[in-house]
């Protein structure tokens, strides 16, 4: 090669860097929502509905808390790794966490554990399940048993305040406003007790309440076996509307700014007006084991695994986007979600944390 050809081409080399560092690099595509973040598949217990109990992760502390194959395990919310895990029967309750503190059911009585490291603070004993999600309010912990009983123990100590008899199982997780706190019994009652005495305030007769009510505005919203959505005044009882679906609601409402989410066994998803319970749009899907998954509303979006995890628009029931969690099959479920920090996170065949 001549010195003039080399010449040449040392040129035509030099201007096309020259123009290559010129060209403007594209802006990075903004991040997809429904694309996976992380999957934690060692420690998850594998998530089957039940049809009278929904369970879910909970988020605190940076933490992704959940009960297991072996015990209940602490997963850091950014990698899915394993903060700590502490082994003990627990029951498929979802645990609770307050002021550092976190509270879970197991197959013999009510643990109270620091969530940061693991270890115990103190346990109650009480000879049967608890499956019941705790609710803390007021240095009280609430909670319902296998026992058929409504327990209230102190928060600090797990010594009973007071004891409310149901005549059947409590699987509801209870809700407190106002000094009340709110439950449904498999006894076909929901009941408003004074949450510091245990009284009772007053009792409205279902088909059986399992599902946990949520309280909004001076109204409380509850699903029940019955095939119905309720909405009674919070603070006498009385029925404000009642909207028959297609099928018994074991799951918890999620409430919007106008209008009340659930779901019903048959895998369906339902917008109700919320102060007329008019359905407003149904989102339809088959199930092949029952849906017991409570929806979560978040930024005028609705997410809910069914058949695959999905996100639908809160206005019009409309799917915005799916994540597929096992192709080709159902047969783990899907649980109740959590939002936090522009992460969803759920359980099925693992422990699932995907972008919002």
């Known amino acids: 090669m ?5 010449g040449i081409l040392i040129f035509f080399l030099v201007l096309i860097s020259i123009l290559s560092g010129c060209t403007k690099q594209p802006k990075e595509k903004a ?9 934690a598949d060692t420690v998850a217990v594998g998530f089957k509905p039940l049809g009278w109990l929904s369970y879910s992760p909970v988020v605190a502390n940076g933490m992704v808390y959940l009960r297991g194959r072996d015990g209940l395990y602490a997963l850091d919310t950014k990698t899915g790794k394993q903060k700590w895990m502490l082994k003990n029967k627990f029951s498929i309750a979802t645990p609770c966490v307050s002021d550092g503190v976190l509270y879970m059911g197991s197959l013999d ?4 554990i620091n969530a940061k490291t693991g270890k115990g603070i103190w346990y109650f004993k009480i000879g049967h399940e608890v499956d019941s999600k705790p609710t803390v309010a007021d240095g009280t912990v609430y909670f319902g048993c296998a026992d058929s ?3 209230a123990v102190s928060a600090k100590s797990g010594r009973i305040k007071w004891v409310r008899a149901t005549k059947k199982p409590v699987y509801s997780t209870p809700a407190v406003a106002e000094g009340v706190v709110y439950f449904g019994g498999t006894n076909d009652y929901l009941y408003a007790l004074d949450a510091k005495t245990g009284a009772i305030k007053w009792v409205f007769r279902t088909g ?5 009510p949520v309280v909004e505005g001076g109204t409380l919203y509850f699903g029940s076996w019955d095939n119905c959505v309720y909405a009674l005044n919070a603070k006498m009882g009385k029925k404000r509307w009642k909207t028959a679906l297609d099928s018994e609601i074991t799951s918890a409402p999620a ?3 106008s209008a009340v989410y ?3 066994w048959n895998g369906n998803v339902y917008a109700l007006d919320l102060k007329t319970g008019i359905k407003k749009w149904v989102f339809k899907r ?5 849906l017991d998954a409570s929806p979560v509303i978040d930024a005028g979006t609705v997410y809910i695994g069914i058949d695959k995890f999905y996100a639908l628009d809160a206005r019009t029931g409309k799917e915005k986007w799916d994540f597929q969690v096992i192709k080709g099959s159902q047969s783990s479920g899907i649980s109740s979600a959590v939002v936090s920090g522009k992460t969803i996170y759920f359980i099925s065949n693992g422990v699932y944390a995907v972008r919002q």
Do not use: D, H, N, Q
């Open 2 to 6: 001549t010195r003039t050809v080399r």
């Open 31 to 39: 991040k997809t929502p429904g694309r996976l973040k992380w999957k």
């Open 109 to 112: 009585g009510i643990f109270a």
């Open 149 to 151: 009983k409504f327990y």
């Open 208 to 212: 059986g309440i399992v599902g946990s």
């Open 255 to 257: 409430i919007g700014s």
């Open 262 to 264: 659930c779901t019903s």
């Open 286 to 290: 088959e199930m092949l084991s029952g």
